[in-house]
């Protein structure tokens, strides 16, 4: 049963470019959060897509967007990129179902490094 | 709104000795979750545990013990006779319904061998 994938693992860009990163989230999961980790700092939360909508957003610009697809991957959109952008990127994963939707897997994280 | 406070920025400890990690939170929710993670250099958070508000039982999983206290929203982690492979990062976050995980700021913990 494969966890929480995200693509690619580093990436590097320069101001002002726009960055895609994706996530598939855990088998049985239809909920995916996306958070941003800033160098010895906690995840921040940025948004959450359940059926396909964002469901909730945290006190990220609109730069910071969003989309679900069918099969519950997603993916994370960052435009007009700065250097404050620089961080981990982690998504995860959650079932909305029963008792399980308390429960968020994470995955490995997307390095970003914006120069 | 949500606020988890982990006021040990960094503890070093030699190993086989046992360290407790401090967690207070902030919230006016009834019900809520607290978790831990753990954060080795990989980066991948590794969940470690779930409680609810309405569960004060301390737990206990191995090396590993959880300290559950509404009485002064604390859910302190304890790791007894510590190991090298605990040298991470720990986090402490809340979360109340289907609402965003709000974490602390992390403590990173290194084991001397």
């Known amino acids: 049963d494969a966890g929480v994938t995200q693509s690619p693992t580093h990436l590097i860009k320069t101001r002002g470019q726009q960055v895609t990163l994706r996530c598939s989230p855990k088998?049985?999961?239809?909920?995916v959060s996306w958070y941003q980790q800033a160098l010895g700092q906690g995840p921040q939360f940025i948004f959450q897509?359940?059926?396909?909508?964002?469901?909730q957003r945290g006190n990220f610009p609109d730069r910071f967007s969003g989309h679900q697809f069918p099969n519950y991957s997603s993916e994370l959109n960052v435009n007009a990129l700065l250097l404050g952008d620089s961080a981990l990127y982690l998504c995860?994963?959650?079932?909305?179902?029963?008792?399980?939707?308390?429960?968020?897997?994470f995955g490995p994280g997307t390095r970003l490094t914006v120069l | 709104a949500q606020k988890v406070t982990q006021a040990q920025t960094e503890i070093s400890v030699v190993e086989k000795e046992d360290v407790t990690l401090d967690c207070v939170y902030e919230?006016?929710?009834?019900?809520?979750?607290l978790f831990w993670y753990k954060q080795p250099p990989s980066g991948e958070l590794v969940f470690l545990i779930r409680r609810n508000s309405f569960d004060e039982q301390n737990e206990i999983s191995g090396r590993y013990s959880w300290n559950f206290q509404k009485s002064t929203s604390s859910f302190n982690f304890t790791i007894t006779a510590s190991q090298v492979v605990d040298s991470a990062v720990y986090f402490c976050a809340l979360k109340v319904g289907n609402e965003k995980l709000t974490f602390g700021t992390g403590t990173r913990l290194t084991i001397i061998p």
């Open positions: 897509y359940y059926e396909e909508e964002e469901r």
């Open positions: 995860a994963s959650s079932s909305r179902q029963g008792f399980q939707h308390n429960e968020q897997f």
């Open positions: 919230t006016r929710d009834t019900t809520y979750y």
């Open positions: 088998s049985g999961h239809d909920t």
